[in-house]
Nanobody, 122 residues
Framework: QVQLDESGGGAVQAGGSLRLSCAAS????????MGWFRQAPGKERKFVGA????????YDTDSVKGRFTISRDNAKNTVYLQMNSLKPEETAVYYC???????????????WGKGTLVTVSS
């Protein structure tokens, strides 16, 4: 089992920034990726971005790529999600995830974090 602990969520105004952290209880190099999903109120959980085992990074859209950045600290088994220029529609619970299959579908995620709430006001 892999435990994922997220932190860094909170409330910000539109255009603000937040940095989310996800610390894994064990090494995740045997998995294909470690990344992030989000679930807005009344919506399905969707992929945001992920760091692949080979170091590659994938984002869901080009617009997200321009504002969000995924990074890692191998010594701490931690992945970060830096979110800039946040929009109200991006209000959601953000979940850290580890998966062995690609593409990164919610149904194929191996381990989930508990989630951290991000609220963006207009």
């Amino acid at each position: 089992q892999v435990q994922l602990d997220e932190s860094g969520g909170g409330a910000v105004q539109a255009g603000g920034s937040l940095r989310l952290s996800c610390a894994a209880s064990a090494r995740t190099s045997s998995y294909y990726y470690m990344g992030w999903f989000r679930q807005a109120p009344g919506k399905e959980r969707k992929f945001v971005g992920a760091l692949r085992w080979d170091g590659g990074i994938t984002y869901d859209t080009d617009s997200v790529k321009g504002r969000f950045t995924i990074s890692r600290d191998n010594a701490k088994n931690t992945v970060y999600l830096q979110m800039n220029s946040l929009k109200p529609e991006e209000t959601a619970v953000y979940y850290c995830a580890v998966g062995s299959s690609w593409p990164p579908l919610p149904s194929r995620v191996d381990y989930w974090g508990k989630g951290t709430l991000v609220t963006v006001s207009s």
